[in-house]
């Protein structure tokens, strides 16, 4: 027998049918007063770092409004949050989503952690573009297809907010793309009148927004700028209270250097610093971390503002040509395919990858060809490829190792994506605790279908930040909670400039995560790395709800966001 309905609240009602199925009543058809979202009863961790607390949070239009004690409150949209954590939105550092976000503005495989907001830039950004950078990047496109419709940094961002996006997102002024813009793919010094023309496009990206410059030093062209080169950039980039943000120019055999050269930067240029992706990197090197922390911690005693961020994982990702030495990339991908193609250059080429390491050699860091994960092919030809090590294709085809990695280089007429074994787990576990290391994917947003499926991506891209909530928090207690949600949001936000970001607080943007503590986990593999995480339960950007119930709503607020220098016209 049917029991009466005695009881219809106020929200049930409110939607057009009581829980008996029957009409609602006229006096509830009003719009419920108060907030527009309420998360109810959750353990709120406010992104300070201080300890929890059992709090309601309150959001109206894009702001938080309240959080405390919300009980007598009212709102359109309740969430029940018992026995899960509630945080500010997390903060990727280094996102590779340039590109990815053009075809897909959803950036699920980021949002299903918690991430609300996307830094991207590392050496290379999507703007300041000319003529021939634009040809470049239409010639190196591989299975994501987009025309190039922006000239500056700023409207590229400006190009994906109108597109729609569901995260924020914010960049970096590339160091190689100010370099490229001028000088184009070669090996040379800029002349006092060039170097003045780096320093102007410096003064109008940051007066638009760049958050600061950003060197992939391992890389060519990047690997031709020295020192005082990237000093003069990042003074002109100081002025807008710019940051320098670095792959450094090794982070192996001269991981050492590679520190007092950002060091260096900081102090002349007067300029924090960051880290990217700090690691040790091959086996040889495992040794230097302990010293590469030390170096970071007595600058940070002496005063200078030197950070860093990481990943979780043992390996790396990088093209295949980061296995070319420097001189043979002079000119980019097509000069490089044409020396291997020579008798001459290719045994130079091959001579150097086997003998070298006064150059950043990934081969020799990898350590053995059983440490190189081929991903990532142009060609349908070679995509069976994808998943295979460089020592089991070698094998396949019965050649030598080295030979056939510039084979491949030569037949695929692009960079290959590729991952690189090459830090120790030991090492991660150093790096986690402390206090000024926050976190970045190296890897673009996606899911698994579509375009994304051509290709594997690093399992970093599917599973870095739930990895260090799951892995190194939960499961073997590096940190607490607390101090790694800081270490995710006020912490990035903070280094960042990024005005009222970071923190659960009154009248900062609503970017928040609602998550399980006890289930939130990486899923993603070297050998299936198209996987979500789980734990994530609930997703606000600038107060939209973007994942409810761990599914995306399909809903796309993300705005671009600007560093602390931006001058408004």
Same mark, same amino acid.
């Given at each position: 027998m049917n029991k009466p309905c005695r009881f219809l609240p106020l929200l049930v009602v409110a939607v057009g049918l009581g829980m008996c199925g029957t009409p609602r009543l006229a006096e509830a058809a009003k719009e419920p007063e108060g907030y527009d979202v309420l998360i109810r009863g959750g353990t709120v961790y406010d992104g300070s770092g201080n300890p929890p607390r059992r709090a309601d949070v309150g959001i109206k239009g894009d702001r938080i409004v309240a959080v405390g004690d919300l009980a007598a409150a009212t709102a359109k949209t309740v969430l029940e949050a018992r026995d899960l954590a509630v945080a500010p939105g997390f903060i990727n550092m280094l996102s590779w989503s340039t590109d990815s976000l053009l075809v897909d503005g959803r950036g699920q495989s980021e949002v299903r952690q918690g991430v609300t907001t996307q830094v991207m830039g590392e050496g290379w950004s999507w703007g300041p573009v000319n003529a021939a950078?634009?040809?470049? /990047?239409?010639? =190196?496109?591989?299975?994501?297809?987009?025309? #190039?419709?922006?000239?500056?940094?700023?409207?590229?961002l400006y190009f994906l907010q109108r597109k729609g996006v569901s995260q924020n997102v914010a960049s970096f002024l590339g160091a190689t793309t100010v370099r490229e813009h001028v000088l184009g793919l070669d090996n040379k010094k800029p002349t006092a009148d060039e170097l003045e023309q780096m320093r102007r496009l410096v003064d109008r990206e940051m007066r638009d927004g760049a958050l600061g410059i950003a060197?992939?030093?391992?890389?060519?062209?990047?690997?031709y700028a020295d020192t005082?080169?990237?000093?003069?950039?990042?003074?002109?980039?100081?002025?807008?209270?710019?940051?320098?943000?670095?792959? /450094?120019?090794? =982070?192996?055999?001269?991981?050492?250097?590679? #520190?007092?050269?950002l060091i260096r930067i900081s102090r002349e240029a007067k300029i924090p610093a960051e880290i990217y992706h700090f690691k040790a990197a091959g086996k040889s090197n495992w040794k230097k971390m302990d010293d590469a922390i030390a170096k970071v911690e007595a600058a940070r005693r002496d005063g200078l503002s030197i950070t860093a961020n990481m990943y979780g994982y043992t390996a790396g990702a990088a093209p295949l040509t980061a296995c070319i030495p420097p001189w043979a990339m002079e000119g980019g991908e097509v000069a490089m395919r044409r020396r291997l193609r020579d008798p001459d250059s290719r045994k130079r080429v091959l001579d150097d990858i086997?003998?070298?390491?006064?150059?950043p050699n990934f081969y020799h860091n990898a350590g053995s060809p059983e440490n190189v994960l081929l991903i990532g092919f142009k060609q349908e030809a070679l995509k069976p490829l994808q998943g295979k090590t460089l020592a089991q294709v070698a094998r396949q085809r019965g050649k030598d190792p080295v030979e056939t990695l510039l084979d491949l280089l030569v037949e695929d007429q692009s960079g290959i994506g590729t991952v690189y074994f090459i830090t120790a787990e030991e090492n991660i576990r150093k790096l986690v605790p402390l206090p000024w290391v926050s976190f970045g994917s190296d890897e673009a947003a996606q899911a698994p279908e579509g375009v994304f499926l051509k290709a594997l991506p690093h399992p970093r891209a599917y599973?870095?930040?739930?990895?260090?909530?799951g892995k190194y928090v939960r499961d073997e207690k590096l940190l607490s909670l607390e101090a790694a949600i800081r270490k995710l949001t006020s912490l990035p936000a903070t280094n960042l400039g990024l005005e009222r970001r970071g923190l659960l607080k009154e009248d900062y943007f609503a970017d928040v995560v609602v998550f399980d503590p006890k289930t939130i986990a990486d899923r993603a593999t070297y050998e299936k790395p198209h996987q979500y995480a789980v734990g994530v339960k609930h997703v606000f950007v600038n107060g939209a709800q973007v994942l409810k119930d761990g599914e995306h709503t399909g809903a796309k607020p993300g705005r671009a966001l600007w560093g602390p220098g931006r001058v408004e016209k």
């Open positions: 950078i634009k040809k470049r /990047m239409k010639a =190196e496109q591989t299975d994501i297809k987009y025309d #190039i419709e922006w000239n500056t940094l700023g409207e590229y060197t992939a030093l391992e890389y060519a062209p990047a690997y005082q080169e990237l000093i003069e950039l990042c003074k002109v980039a100081a002025k807008y209270k710019g940051k320098y943000i670095s792959h /450094m120019r090794s =982070e192996g055999e001269r991981l050492l250097e590679g #520190i007092d050269e086997r003998n070298k390491t006064d150059w599973g870095n930040f739930a990895r260090v909530l």
